[in-house]
T-cell receptor, first 114, second 113 residues
Framework: NAGVTQTPKFQVLKTGQSMTLQCAQD?????MSWYRQDPGMGLRLIHY???????DQGEVPNGYNVSRSTTEDFPLRLLSAAPSQTSVYFC?????????????FGDGTRLSIL | DQQVKQNSPSLSVQEGRISILNCDYT??????FLWYKKYPAEGPTFLIS?????DKNEDGRFTVFLNKSAKHLSLHIVPSQPGDSAVYFC????????????FGAGTTVTVRA
């Protein structure tokens, strides 16, 4: 049972490039979310989804897009990378909807924008 | 503006002693709190939670205390073990949207042998 799988684990981009961070879960969880972790700021919610076809913005959504075409996958797209998006990105999922439920996190993608 | 605050970035404790991690919140509408633990190069894992209808919740060596009047909660680890060395995050669902989780900045715990 893989849980939440994030790819790639590391990525270096140049300013202006685009890329997609992949997230997949095999637990049939309805709720999925993306966070970024920056030093001294904890984790901040970027986007979340309460089920296939339904997404909404979190605390820091600017510069990011998401889609949820299947229950399993929740990719995060950087449209035009900026140095301010250098961060560690975590994907999470939970069986039932809502932040009250303990979430299962992937091991993160460390992204550097030059 | 962070609504969940962990003002101590780090804590060092001797093995076998008690670790006390603190968390303050600003929104009196918060009614549920979670603690997550994170090792380097791994994602956070859920540790323990507490509802505002309780003032204490215990799970093995981990106990969380909630003081609603002071808008303060604490996590006690007794006894501390080397494997407890990690970053601990306090979190709460946003009062206006229970799909959104607000995290504190985290406290790094180092347990000395």
């Amino acid at each position: 049972n893989a849980g939440v799988t994030q790819t790639p684990k590391f990525q270096v981009l140049k300013t202006g490039q685009s890329m997609t961070l992949q997230c997949a879960q095999d637990m049939n969880h309805e709720y999925m979310s993306w966070y970024r972790q920056d030093p001294g700021m904890g984790l901040r919610l970027i986007h979340y989804s309460v089920g296939a076809g339904i997404t909404d913005q979190g605390e820091v959504p600017n510069g990011y897009n998401v889609s949820r075409s299947t229950t399993e996958d929740f990719p995060l797209r950087l449209l035009s990378a900026a140095p301010s998006q250098t961060s560690v990105y975590f994907c999470a999922s939970s069986y039932r909807q809502g932040a009250y439920q303990p979430q299962h996190f992937g091991d993160g993608t460390r992204l550097s924008i030059l | 503006d962070q609504q969940v605050k962990q003002n101590s970035p780090s804590l060092s404790v001797q093995e076998g002693r008690i670790s006390i991690l603190n968390c303050d919140y600003t929104n009196s509408m918060f009614d549920y709190f979670l603690w997550y633990k994170k090792y380097p190069a791994e994602g956070p894992t859920f540790l323990i939670s507490i509802s505002s209808i309780k003032d204490k919740n215990e799970d093995g060596r981990f106990t969380v205390f909630l003081n609603k009047s002071a808008k303060h909660l604490s996590l006690h680890i007794v006894p501390s073990q080397p494997g407890d060395s990690a970053v601990y995050f306090c979190a709460a669902p946003a009062a206006s949207n229970d799909y959104k989780l607000s995290f504190g900045a985290g406290t790094t715990v180092t347990v000395r042998a």
